[in-house]
């Protein structure tokens, strides 16, 4: 049995704080501590409390003054696409065209997506992420390499192989059938190995055949816990595009709804362009709007109307993403920050403890996942980020002004980055030193 205490100031969500006072929406303490047994938390409270719980020989960590929270959650992110970051110049289906699926070609080598599957968990890591939902390429192998590396760090993450078999190069396209034999094979050998969760994953209705889709109903059929994963009402050509494809579909929603794909577990990247007969369907089902403010600026896709959709009679569970490489970061604190500017174009600002409360637990709970992580509640698993708000020139001239958590808080998320993630904590191990 292994110990650590944690000691530093302590930030955990329990619900949505609807405003700046709402003190009610969160736990905090100036002085506060962990108590790590085994990968859990076991006690969480004040440091004087938690202390006189540890045993003997536990490992005692000081973080004072920094900030410890919950790992962040990116709920949608391509983890094959680090070489597409920042590739000029192009809308959706164009940089897809010119940009990714070259790119994904290349997972075809086991190698390489074993080399590429390290880089991209070092970076969520470095940028204070301890779970993700992520898409591989449309090869198996490079979902192995995916699971492979997250197992050896004992990371809890979700991820599946894209199901693809038209409308791309022949490097990433699958057929129906070799969709679902590789997909059921990796469900069997990786979901639920240590803290490995697959997702069933059709890349999008453009990239699906019917009878691929078919496939994907049958396999949602077959393993009704798993998460699904897949793209919705990204860009207007995008929509246009499906629309053709599915002459017979109401609309785009329409044809994840025909093929049994929306559910409490479904995860759709975008959804910047939903009608409202579209996001009622999203409410009725409990599918997850993932909003990837970074991605939907740099591809000029639109803006994503957070606030209406949370607030709308029938509510839409929301949770913020990466998206990368079609995004510009890799840091749920940018994330944010890009996030604030476009909910603000739509006329509202998001309190910095609802960012803060959606990149952790508002993220967790989207992604059915808040028993686990997201929080730092005792019996959940100790993913952890400890926050340096002075970590830079500017941030420690700042913070000689700042008077509040609120103002701290935000402060982080309009100037943060990887240099304000101080160490992560991987089921109770320090992380941040295992990366190359």
């Keep these: 049995m292994s110990e650590t205490l944690l000691r530093g100031r302590t930030l955990s969500f329990v619900r949505w704080p609807d405003a700046i006072e709402d003190h009610g929406a969160y736990a905090y303490e100036e002085d506060g501590g962990l108590l790590i047994r085994d990968g859990k938390i076991v006690a969480a409270g004040t440091y004087e409390d938690v202390a006189c719980q540890a045993g003997e020989g536990a490992q005692k960590i000081d973080h004072r003054p920094h900030l410890i929270m919950p790992g962040f959650v990116d709920a949608h992110v391509h983890f094959p696409q680090l070489q597409v970051l920042a ?9 897809l065209n010119t940009y990714t699926f070259p790119e994904e070609t290349k ?3 086991a190698q390489y997506g074993r080399r590429v599957a390290r880089l991209f968990l070092d970076e969520m890591v470095r940028h204070g992420t301890t779970t993700v939902a992520a898409y591989c390429s449309v090869h198996k192998q490079s979902a192995e390499a995916f699971f492979e590396e997250s197992h050896a760090r004992n990371m809890l993450n979700i991820a599946g192989k894209v199901m693809m078999d038209r409308n791309a190069p022949d490097g990433v396209l699958d057929t129906p059938q070799s969709g679902y034999d590789d997909t059921k094979a990796l469900i069997g050998q990786w979901h639920g190995k240590g803290r490995q969760h697959y997702a069933i994953t059709p890349r999008f209705a453009i990239t699906s055949s019917p009878e691929q889709m078919e496939m994907a109903k049958a396999l949602a059929g077959e393993f009704p816990d798993l998460h699904i994963q897949t793209h919705l009402s990204e860009n207007h050509a995008e929509i246009e595009f499906t629309q053709q494809l599915y002459p017979w579909s109401k609309d785009y929603t329409d044809i994840y709804e025909h093929y049994g794909l929306l559910g409490s577990k479904t995860l759709l990247g975008h959804c910047i362009h939903l009608s409202e007969r579209e996001a009622d369907a999203l409410s009725d089902s409990g599918a997850v709007a993932v909003f990837c403010p970074t991605s939907n600026l740099f591809l000029g896709s639109g803006l994503f109307d957070y606030q209406r959709y949370r607030k709308r009679a029938k509510s839409i569970r929301i949770a ?18 890009e996030g604030y500017k476009v909910i603000a174009l739509n006329g509202e600002k998001l309190n910095p403890f609802a960012s803060f409360w959606q990149m952790t637990l508002g993220n967790a709970r989207a992604l059915s996942l808040e028993d686990r992580v997201g929080t730092l509640e005792t019996g959940t698993d100790a993913d952890i980020v400890v926050l340096d708000s002075r970590a830079t020139p500017i941030m420690r001239l700042r913070m000689e002004a700042i008077e509040s958590l609120a103002e701290e808080l935000f402060l982080l998320q309009t100037v943060g980055d990887d240099r304000a993630v101080h160490e992560v904590y991987v089921a109770g191990r320090p992380a941040k030193g295992d990366m190359a």
Excluded: I, Q
């Design 87 to 95: 590739s000029y110049g192009a809308e959706l289906l164009a940089w």
């Design 107 to 109: 997972f075809r080598d």
């Design 320 to 337: 913020t993403a990466t998206d990368v490489g079609g995004g510009t970061s890799y840091s749920m604190l940018r994330t944010m920050d």
